[in-house]
């Protein structure tokens, strides 16, 4: 059933790049006699020592207190070799060749300091057109045809340790890590979980550099069994950790990350696996990511009675039945660096290419991460994928922008900023007399100067805007489109509803936009990326009264809770040549009365061609139907 739905899998895969981590290990190597973090004892200059876990040998997984209780092996920590298996320090240039290696996110970190938990916030993704609004997190997935963006948002914990040798330790446990499940277009729900991933030998990658260790996580794997022949099982990250590593305060030896994957393979032939390459030194507050992450999917909704869902019809839940859905675990790099993906050999074309791409992020301000403050900083990833059917292949890249602790600004829009009116007014979405006890379910405000006032004195639910007008057009520098910025309201208190007793919100169903009644592809895909926005939006709500709390509600909305609005999102209609075009936003309600009420809401956003100059020629035929644009 998945078969023909592997494309859209793949990008909810592009959302786990985005759950970032940590960096680079801060592990001490052991060298002399002075004192050594991870021996077991808390020596000068030292806060705790925890002792460390043998990597990359035949002891690895075992507790030691010394390199030569782990007999032999080790893994590279710090340089381009980072998480390779090793032997010994020549093989790991500008780096270390670590056997007893110390992990944090107990308490005491590392480099054997104290650690400080961190609540971390993402900014919420703001699509804007095929791309992200700066400053907000998402993905950007590109084939040979199709460009898409996907807003995402989440949180974790970080746990820091104190700054060291120009270190600051990192670890996340996996517990923390909270991705809300991703809905496209109401075909394809995603989830991505942080996990303690186990390998063999406990490495990222073998001795060759190239080839990713074999993987042997409980529950999705053979665990133990699937080591026959190779180093034990043992965790990456450490006991409990979906990441672990360091923020190089002085910079990092090489903190850049280029991945090239060919796409070539014969037919029947699995193609390869790609090749990530870290390079390029970075400055001050530069990072270099590791995240393990679990990522599974169901087609269609998000609820309903799919096994893997577990009993309580709701996926991305902790009952979920990680076995009874399609599913990818692995480990990817991140950076606060450049990040570049390319595909070679495309759509098994010899010579064609897919990329490369890049994307940049920004480093951290240490003086800050020593407070707990992780703001300012932007994580960026990159992925590759073959054989997508239909789409081929893929590429996309991943930016995560880090906000504040508890509080996420609302995005901005990109280019120059029309000028809305100071508080839009509120627009009831069924047409129906006020003086009717009903209509407050759901609601709409549109940043647009002089809306047209329906029968009733109200604002009507159809909004015109000319294209090019920068009073409501926010795309105006873009001619044959129009943006509109649009917000939704839930259980609605409002003069305009002087008759409603709102009763709450127990579920909220998009009927439109519907993509799938379009007969263009371009048309299509403006359809595609207004439906996320509005599920997006829908999905990330403010309760008033905790204004602090940022845009982090979603339905259902109790009936004690009054006017849950999103922040504007963007909906673009394109008009192209055509006199006029039109996007309707309808969505289908009830309450929690009983039996329950229902409502439908609906938003026409109609985009008017500007008048042509003297000369021109006779109008075109406007679109047929609002469905279809």
Same mark, same amino acid.
């Given at each position: 059933?998945?078969?023909?739905?592997?494309?859209?899998?793949?990008?909810?895969?592009?959302?786990?790049?985005?759950?970032?981590?940590?960096?680079?290990?801060?592990?001490?190597?052991?060298?002399?006699?002075?004192?050594?973090?991870?021996?077991?004892?808390?020596?000068?200059?030292?806060?705790?020592?925890?002792?460390?876990?043998?990597?990359?040998?035949?002891?690895?997984?075992?507790?030691?207190?010394?390199?030569?209780? +782990?007999?032999?092996?080790?893994?590279?920590?710090?340089?381009?070799?980072?998480?390779?298996?090793?032997?010994?320090?020549?093989? +790991?240039?500008?780096?270390?060749?670590?056997?007893?290696?110390?992990?944090?996110?107990?308490? +005491?970190?590392?480099?054997?300091?104290?650690?400080?938990? !961190?609540?971390?916030?993402?900014?919420?993704?703001?699509?804007?057109?095929?791309?992200?609004?700066?400053?907000?997190?998402?993905?950007?997935?590109?084939?040979?045809?199709?460009?898409?963006?996907?807003?995402?948002?989440?949180?974790?914990?970080?746990?820091?340790?104190?700054?060291?040798?120009?270190?600051?330790?990192?670890?996340?446990?996996?517990?923390?890590?909270?991705?809300?499940?991703?809905?496209?277009?109401?075909?394809?729900?995603?989830?991505?979980?942080?996990?303690?991933?186990?390998?063999?030998?406990?490495?990222?990658?073998?001795?060759?550099?190239?080839?990713?260790?074999?993987?042997?996580?409980?529950?999705?794997?053979?665990?133990?069994?699937?080591?026959?022949?190779?180093?034990?099982?043992?965790?990456?990250?450490?006991?409990?950790?979906?990441?672990?590593?360091? !923020?190089?305060?002085?910079?990092?030896?090489?903190?850049?990350?280029?991945?090239?994957?060919?796409?070539?393979?014969?037919?029947?032939?699995?193609?390869?696996?790609?090749?990530?390459?870290?390079?390029?030194?970075?400055?001050?507050?530069?990072?270099?990511?590791? /995240?393990?992450?679990?990522?599974?999917?169901?087609?269609?909704?998000? /609820?309903?009675?799919?096994?893997?869902?577990?009993?309580?019809?709701?996926?991305?839940?902790?009952?979920?039945?990680?076995?009874?859905?399609?599913?990818?675990?692995?480990?990817?790099?991140?950076?606060?660096?450049?990040?570049? *993906?390319?595909?070679?050999?495309?759509?098994?074309?010899?010579?064609?290419?897919?990329?490369?791409?890049?994307?940049?992020?920004?480093?951290?301000?240490?003086?800050?991460?020593?407070?707990?403050?992780?703001?300012?900083?932007?994580?960026?990833?990159?992925?590759?994928?073959?054989?997508?059917?239909?789409?081929?292949?893929?590429?996309?890249?991943?930016?995560?922008?880090?906000?504040?602790?508890?509080?996420?600004?609302?995005?901005?829009?990109?280019?120059?900023?029309?000028?809305?009116?100071?508080?839009?007014?509120?627009?009831?979405?069924?047409?129906?007399?006020?003086?009717?006890? /009903?209509?407050?379910?759901?609601?709409?405000?549109?940043?647009?100067?002089?809306?047209?006032?329906?029968?009733?004195?109200?604002?009507?639910?159809?909004?015109?805007?000319?294209? %090019?007008?920068?009073?409501?057009?926010?795309?105006?520098?873009?001619?044959?489109?129009?943006?509109?910025?649009?917000?939704?309201?839930?259980? *609605?208190?409002?003069?305009?509803?002087?008759?409603?007793?709102?009763?709450?919100?127990?579920?909220?169903?998009?009927?439109?936009?519907?993509?799938?009644?379009?007969?263009?592809?371009?048309?299509?895909?403006?359809?595609?990326?207004?439906?996320?926005?509005?599920?997006?939006?829908?999905?990330?709500?403010?309760?008033?009264?905790?204004?602090?709390?940022?845009?982090?509600?979603?339905?259902?909305?109790?009936?004690?809770?009054?006017?849950? +609005?999103?922040?504007?999102?963007?909906?673009?209609?394109?008009? %192209?040549?055509?006199?006029?075009?039109? *996007?309707?936003?309808?969505?289908?309600?009830?309450?929690?009365?009983?039996?329950?009420?229902?409502?439908?809401?609906?938003?026409?956003?109609?985009?008017?061609?500007?008048?042509?100059? /003297?000369?021109?020629?006779?109008?075109?035929?406007?679109?047929?139907?609002?469905?279809?644009?």
């Amino acid at each position: 059933m998945m078969r023909n739905s592997d494309w859209l899998r793949w990008l909810i895969v592009a959302v786990a790049i985005t759950v970032p981590a940590a960096a680079p290990s801060s592990a001490v190597p052991r060298q002399g006699n002075g004192p050594v973090c991870g021996n077991g004892i808390v020596d000068e200059g030292e806060e705790c020592d925890d002792g460390g876990i043998c990597i990359g040998g035949p002891r690895a997984g075992h507790r030691c207190a010394s390199e030569d209780e +782990c007999e032999a092996g080790g893994v590279c920590v710090g340089g381009p070799r980072e998480g390779v298996q090793c032997d010994e320090h020549s093989d +790991c240039p500008f780096g270390a060749c670590i056997r007893c290696r110390p992990f944090g996110g107990d308490g +005491c970190a590392a480099n054997c300091t104290k650690e400080t938990d !961190v609540a971390t916030n993402f900014i919420p993704g703001l699509v804007k057109g095929n791309d992200l609004v700066p400053g907000t997190s998402g993905i950007i997935v590109n084939s040979g045809f199709l460009n898409l963006a996907i807003a995402v948002r989440g949180f974790q914990t970080w746990s820091l340790g104190k700054q060291r040798d120009g270190k600051i330790p990192v670890a996340v446990r996996a517990q923390s890590v909270d991705f809300p499940r991703v809905s496209i277009s109401g075909i394809v729900c995603g989830c991505a979980r942080g996990i303690p991933v186990k390998t063999c030998g406990g490495t990222l990658f073998d001795a060759d550099g190239v080839t990713l260790s074999q993987e042997c996580t409980p529950v999705l794997t053979r665990g133990d069994a699937e080591c026959e022949g190779r180093f034990p099982c043992a965790f990456v990250n450490g006991p409990g950790n979906a990441a672990a590593g360091v !923020v190089g305060c002085d910079g990092l030896e090489a903190v850049n990350v280029s991945l090239i994957r060919d796409c070539g393979a014969p037919e029947g032939v699995p193609p390869s696996s790609p090749v990530p390459r870290i390079h390029g030194g970075g400055g001050v507050g530069s990072a270099l990511v590791t /995240s393990s992450t679990l990522i599974t999917a169901v087609v269609g909704a998000c /609820s309903g009675s799919d096994a893997a869902m577990g009993p309580d019809g709701e996926f991305c839940t902790d009952d979920d039945d990680w076995l009874a859905s399609p599913r990818l675990l692995f480990t990817l790099p991140a950076t606060t660096g450049t990040a570049s *993906v390319l595909v070679e050999n495309a759509s098994n074309q010899p010579g064609v290419e897919l990329g490369p791409v890049s994307v940049e992020g920004q480093p951290f301000a240490c003086d800050l991460l020593a407070q707990g403050v992780a703001q300012g900083a932007v994580l960026t990833g990159v992925l590759a994928a073959c054989d997508q059917n239909p789409l081929g292949d893929l590429v996309a890249r991943s930016v995560l922008s880090i906000g504040e602790p508890r509080a996420t600004p609302t995005p901005e829009p990109t280019g120059p900023t029309p000028t809305p009116t100071a508080t839009p007014l509120l627009i009831r979405g069924d047409r129906r007399d006020p003086r009717r006890a /009903s209509g407050c379910q759901a609601a709409w405000r549109v940043m647009s100067v002089n809306p047209l006032m329906d029968r009733f004195g109200r604002a009507a639910n159809r909004v015109l805007c000319t294209d %090019g007008d920068p009073s409501c057009d926010f795309a105006f520098n873009r001619p044959g489109l129009c943006e509109f910025l649009v917000q939704v309201c839930l259980n *609605v208190v409002d003069p305009i509803f002087s008759a409603c007793r709102p009763n709450g919100v127990r579920s909220v169903e998009i009927l439109r936009p519907d993509p799938r009644k379009a007969r263009l592809q371009p048309v299509q895909e403006v359809l595609a990326t207004n439906r996320f926005a509005l599920e997006s939006a829908l999905q990330h709500l403010r309760d008033p009264a905790r204004p602090g709390a940022g845009f982090v509600f979603r339905p259902p909305v109790q009936p004690q809770q009054f006017n849950f +609005c999103s922040a504007p999102f963007p909906v673009q209609v394109l008009v %192209g040549g055509l006199r006029s075009a039109s *996007v309707t936003l309808a969505l289908q309600t009830q309450d929690f009365s009983f039996p329950a009420r229902r409502e439908l809401s609906s938003l026409s956003l109609v985009c008017k061609r500007p008048p042509q100059r /003297s000369g021109g020629e006779g109008d075109p035929t406007p679109l047929p139907t609002t469905e279809e644009n």
